[in-house]
C-alpha cells in the first residue's frame, strides 16, 4: 500500500505480539513486494521476534533519545556542538523523563513561550526548534516515533 504522501510503500500484518506497521522504504513496487515477500516469508518461518524486535519503543524518554543524540548524532560540527550543546541539556531538563509520545506540540509551545518570556531572543527560539526538530527527526530515523 502506498502511503498517504504516495512516497513509499508500507506493509500491515499481525504477529502475536499485535498488530504492526512497517514503512518498506521503497519507493519502487518491484523493492516493495521484494521486501513484504521476505516479511511474508519470517511470518511464515514463525520468527515473529525479528518482525517485533522492529516495533517502536514507546518506553524511549526524552533523556534517554537525549543521551544516543548525544553519543550518535554526526551530522554536527564541532562548533554546532559547542553553541547547540547547552540546548540539548536545557531540553533534557524540561523534558527529561517524559516519554517521547507525550512530548506534544503544545508542551513544547508552551516551553517556548516560558523561555521567551525570560527574555530570550528569537533567534534562540528558532534554534530550540530546529534543536528539537533534529533529535525527533532523529528518533524517527532509529525508530522510537
Known amino acids: 500500500m502506498k502511503s498517504p504522501s504516495g512516497n513509499v510503500y ?25 521486501k513484504a515477500r521476505e516479511i511474508d516469508d519470517a511470518m511464515s518461518q514463525g520468527k515473529y521476534e525479528a518482525l517485533e524486535g522492529e516495533h517502536r519503543h514507546h518506553d524511549m524518554t526524552f533523556s534517554r533519545l537525549a543521551d544516543e543524540f548525544n553519543e550518535n548524532w554526526q551530522g554536527w560540527s564541532e562548533g554546532t556542538w559547542r553553541s547547540t550543546g547547552p540546548t540539548v541539556l536545557q531540553l533534557t531538563d524540561e523534558f527529561g523523563d517524559m516519554l517521547l509520545s507525550k512530548v506534544t506540540a503544545r508542551l513544547i509551545d508552551g516551553y517556548l513561550a516560558r523561555r521567551g518570556d525570560e527574555g530570550r531572543s528569537a533567534a534562540s527560539h528558532n534554534r530550540t526548534r530546529s534543536c528539537l526538530s533534529t533529535m525527533f527527526g532523529c528518533a524517527v530515523r532509529w525508530g522510537y516515533m
Not at 19 to 32: D, I, K
Open 10 to 34: 508500507q506493509a500491515k500484518f499481525t504477529t502475536p505480539g499485535g498488530r504492526q506497521r512497517r514503512s518498506l522504504h521503497a519507493p519502487y513496487r518491484e523493492s516493495a513486494e521484494r
